[in-house]
């Protein structure tokens, strides 16, 4: 470096009562990016004194021109690093997205006290701890969150995947980054799948590399939905029962399908899907889906080889349509859908999401369900 300091604290002292924001500000800066190592040791004491007299400017532009031209200083005292960090954001945020003078603890103390800025400067660091991702995971805000998660050089813990999945797996932003890492652990990925759009499912599965059983999951519940929205909820019946024969016909009235038909509300399809898999008269059907012993459901779920651990969620299914019926109001066909879900996670009693449908299909038609 040609130049050399030709300013004494004396000169900047009086430097500071200049009016001119924009002097002192460029002097600040010409001064802080001086503190290389091409400085002798007097030279670069000369020039520290000097930034210190600059971090009393009242002018936040003049700080954070100290900031800017710092930032990348591996030989920043601790303390003038630490204060910088501190400032108002303007000054505060290039210290804390770039120094590496700040330590992990330095960093926890300002995500669990500053601002959303600051804390978003954390998380775009090169490098971001466990640890400081699972405080920042914390703070429960959008805008820290995708950022962190959107972080190649974030390490983040299976354990904070899975928070970050179980609070903001339905956010765009959030998903969106979760989605382009580099890579996810199985089991995030798979909850994950359950809870992003079509697009993004895509993406994932072609991302990280999915086994093929997962992705063939994917096809089958983006199939399912699909079919399950040609019923309108005012469908006739011949048009229920037509739709379950050529499911039937075709290999596709599976388990999976019968229990999103439940979860809507759809007892029609589900009476008529069962009648067709028994090879039973529609009034049989109902009969024995309708024997308050429960025996005959059950009678009837075995002779359609539903899986056993699914035989109490299509109780508290049943029981939700004997008690209750669509209200006619807008909205309602959801409304009913809540109903039924709540019953079922009262039943199951396992943790599952009751506002993610495609979760709870996924998880209750896996074939490790527990028995009833």
Partial sequence: MTDR??????????????PSVQTRRETAGKVARQMGDLLNDKERKLAEDIVRVFLRDAAATVRAALSENLKNNPNVPHDLAITLARDVSEVSVPMIQF????????????VRESGTDQQVAVASRAT????????????????????LVGNEGAKIS????????????DNAKVATGMVHRPRLPIAIAERLVNRVSGHLRDELVARQS?????????????????T???????????????????????????????????????????EAALAKIADIPLE???????????????????????PNGLFRVFRAAVDVAGETNYDGGPNDRERYRARVIERILTTCEDGFDSDNLEYLVAKLSHPTSAAA
Avoid at 128 to 146: D, I, N, P, R, Y
């Fill in 158 to 169: 299976e354990t904070t995947l899975a928070k970050v999945v179980d609070e903001f797996g």
């Fill in 99 to 110: 120094s590496e003078v700040l330590s992990d603890a330095d960093l926890m103390a300002i």
């Fill in 128 to 147: 971001v701890s466990e640890a400081l991702s699972q405080a920042l995971a914390e703070t429960g805000k959008e805008s820290v969150v995708a950022t």
């Fill in 210 to 226: 999915l086994p093929d059983a997962i992705s063939s999951d994917l096809i089958l519940q983006a199939r399912e939905r699909a």
């Fill in 5 to 18: 300091i030709n300013l004494s604290p004396a000169d900047v002292a009086k430097l500071l009562n200049d």
């Fill in 284 to 306: 049989n059907a109902w009969k024995l889906i309708s024997d308050p012993s429960g025996r005959g459901l059950d009678s009837l779920l075995r002779k359609c080889r539903i």
């Fill in 228 to 270: 399950m929205s040609l019923l309108a909820p005012d469908s006739e019946r011949v048009e229920v029962e037509q739709l379950v024969a050529q499911l039937h016909e075709n290999g596709r009235l599976t388990p999976s399908i019968i229990l999103r038909a439940v979860c809507m509300g759809d007892i029609r399809f589900f």
